[in-house]
């Protein structure tokens, strides 16, 4: 069973500024459960621009957070190679009929180097992509915060015994492919025209009529392609797995996280004590 890397660590300021931007992603995408029907939130298409300009926001302060001293260059660096290989993939799959290409390499950068890294990764990845493929929009910070989530939950899972671990990052692979086909759906559907019956978002409703509404509208609309990413994340971690995470482990052996800096004295002072017996060696010029 491996030990976990810790590749960004997640101090108490870090760590409640992380928590923070959770809170206020839950209210960005559940609000529309505890909207009032006599609220502006109900009744207007401004919410999802608010919430669009807010999580930004609060993402660059629980990145900062995170930077401050719990991201050195060896992370920067994994950083950048994993979020291009992501942003490179994430066309191949372009969301057709659901085939994600890009949530299989949270799921394990996540996991082989923690939740701290993993959160960070999901959102770096996920706009790098959207600069690439043009997909820049009121839809991203939703998008970088789901894929957030999805690295920082990678991170968070239990160790188990290796033969258990394909198995463990799959499943979780399968319903962390749904929940963000769920999220994203519930950052729109309050303002999608042309629903009627029960697919339709009603301002004022109790939470529990409106999330079935939503579910009726799910899976009318979107359960195939929340069903084709989560068995894109199955298919791609039972195939690449085991390769990737050997591969990121030695990266992580190498680049040593987890290693403390430290000075070794006695090497220091045999060090020293060289460096005076060669001076003294020299020969000296005679005038």
């Not at 290989?85 to 996991?111: D, I, K, Q």
Request: proline share 5%.
């Amino acid at each position: 069973m491996s030990s976990p890397t810790r590749a960004v660590a997640l101090r108490p300021r870090s760590t409640a500024a992380l928590v923070l931007v959770s809170l206020a992603g839950l209210l960005a995408f559940g609000w529309p459960l505890f909207a009032t029907a006599g609220s502006r939130l109900g009744h207007s298409a401004d919410a999802p621009l608010f919430f669009a300009l807010l999580l930004p926001l609060l993402m660059a302060v629980v990145l900062f957070e995170i930077s401050e001293g719990g991201l050195d260059v060896k992370a920067v660096a994994m950083l950048g190679v994993l979020s291009a290989v992501g942003a490179a993939l994430r066309p191949l799959g372009a969301g057709t009929a659901g085939l994600e290409t890009v949530f299989f390499l949270l799921v394990l950068g996540g996991r082989v180097f923690g939740p701290g890294f993993g959160f960070v990764l999901g959102s770096t990845t996920l706009f790098a992509s959207a600069l690439i493929t043009g997909g820049v929009g009121p839809w991203l910070p939703y998008q970088m915060l789901g894929a957030a989530w999805v690295g920082l939950g990678a991170g968070l899972l239990p160790r188990v015994p290796p033969r258990w671990e394909l198995l463990l990052l799959a499943a979780y692979g399968a319903v962390s492919g749904l929940l963000y086909g769920v999220a994203l759906n519930f950052s729109f559907w309050p303002f999608t025209t042309g629903l009627s019956g029960d697919l339709s978002f009603v301002a004022g409703a109790t939470p529990w009529e409106n999330l079935r509404r939503f579910g009726v509208f799910s899976l009318a609309t979107s359960a195939w392609w929340d069903l084709g990413r989560a068995l894109t994340n199955v298919v791609l971690i039972a195939v690449t797995g085991r390769a990737v995470l050997g591969t990121l482990r030695r990266a992580s052996r190498r680049a040593a996280f987890d290693a403390e800096a430290g000075f070794d004295e006695q090497a220091g002072s045999h060090e020293q004590a060289g460096s005076d017996e060669q001076v003294a060696a020299r020969p000296t010029l005679q005038e």
